[in-house]
């Protein structure tokens, strides 16, 4: 049974088994969202009228005290009824966004490019308005589970999406799919666009120094955001660093040196953690080498996407270079595989 939610002075339906987010988002409301699992709580609402089912939300993003007040996880919570909400954070519904949308596509090219890691291009049957940073919801064949995958498309990129993907062993979606039996020529169903994970809109981009921090596959949405910031500002100052272990799971080196010809304000910086032996790289962690490389970021913003702890030693590295908080942007994601109700990659 269908539902009517409101935010502000916007009324949307909600149909059969959707989320609020997703009635949301579908009809073009802009809403704060980020993992689309429940496991970061982003997307918390507080009912001001009528009754949710919490559904899977889990305890430690949404409390017992926080739900008696009211909040809900909007990815995870249906309507039970007609429902008014309302956001408890900055930002409003007026917000600029991009309709969610359900995607036909098909597999038009596969290229190994690291140690179990996969480029994966996506051909849409239509175009995708989206913006850089954001992400697809991928519906694994034959199994009804959704695995989310950022984009490394910059906005203009809309015919043909760029994932990048690596394998999770036992994976579901990575190593049994997209790692294993897909095919050129397959076709893909998705959703999308979603998350927060992007630039400030044109006429709100300064131009201020960028610093991008990715681990592993979590390179891919901040190829999109570089190659944008440095479309919008050509001379601006950006440094992108990309952790992995080894050299063997590093990719892209090319496409980031033929940047850096065009754009001398942009520097690249691989840095292995687990390299035995010599190697021409930087070796640690990319959360050192910024530390090592800037003496102050004031004024300066911060894109971290990667696992858990390389987000939050990346928010502790900015603060202690004077980052401004609110210029802090991270999007975190663990295997689905091996934690329930998160995302397999970025």
Not at 39 to 55: A, F
Request: aromatic share 6%; proline share 7%; with cysteine.
């Amino acid at each position: 049974m269908g539902a009517t939610i409101t935010v502000g002075d916007r009324s949307v339906a909600c149909d059969g088994d959707q989320s609020l987010l997703e009635a949301f988002l579908r009809a073009g409301v802009w809403m704060p969202s980020s993992c689309n699992q429940g496991t970061c709580g982003t997307c918390k609402l507080r009912v001001l009228d009528g009754e949710v089912d919490h559904r899977a939300s889990p305890l430690d993003t949404l409390t017992e005290e926080e739900r008696a007040a009211g909040l809900v996880l909007a990815c995870q919570a249906r309507p039970r009824g007609d429902t008014r909400v309302a956001l408890p954070g900055a930002g409003g519904p007026d917000r600029a966004t991009h309709p969610l949308r359900d995607l036909a596509a098909t597999v038009v090219a596969l290229e190994d490019v690291a140690r179990d890691t996969r480029r994966i291009l996506l051909g849409l049957d239509e175009p995708l308005a989206f913006d850089a940073g954001q992400y697809v919801e991928l519906v694994v064949p034959g199994s009804g589970e959704r695995r989310q995958y950022s984009l490394a498309n910059t906005a203009e990129e809309d015919k043909v999406l760029e994932l990048h993907v690596r394998r999770v062993p036992g994976g579901v979606a990575s190593d049994r799919w997209l790692l294993g039996d897909v095919a050129v020529g397959d076709r893909v169903h998705a959703l999308g666009p979603l998350g927060d994970f992007r630039l400030p809109e044109p006429a709100d981009d300064d131009g201020e120094p960028l610093v991008l921090i990715g681990g592993g596959t979590g390179l891919a949405p901040l190829a999109g955001l570089v190659r944008t910031a440095l479309a919008r500002h050509p001379g601006r100052e950006v440094l992108l660093y990309h952790g992995v272990r080894t050299a063997a799971d590093l990719y892209d080196e090319a496409r980031f040196a033929e940047l850096a010809a065009r754009h001398p304000g942009f520097r690249f910086v691989p840095v292995l953690s687990d390299e035995a032996g010599p190697t021409p790289y930087r070796t640690g962690f990319p959360t050192d080498a910024f530390l090592d490389d800037v003496p102050s970021a004031r004024g300066w913003s911060g894109w971290l996407c990667g696992p858990p702890a390389l987000v939050e030693a990346g928010v502790r590295a900015f603060k202690r270079r004077r980052m401004a908080p609110r210029l802090i942007h991270r999007e975190k994601f663990t295997p689905a595989d091996t934690l329930a109700g998160t995302t397999e990659g970025a």
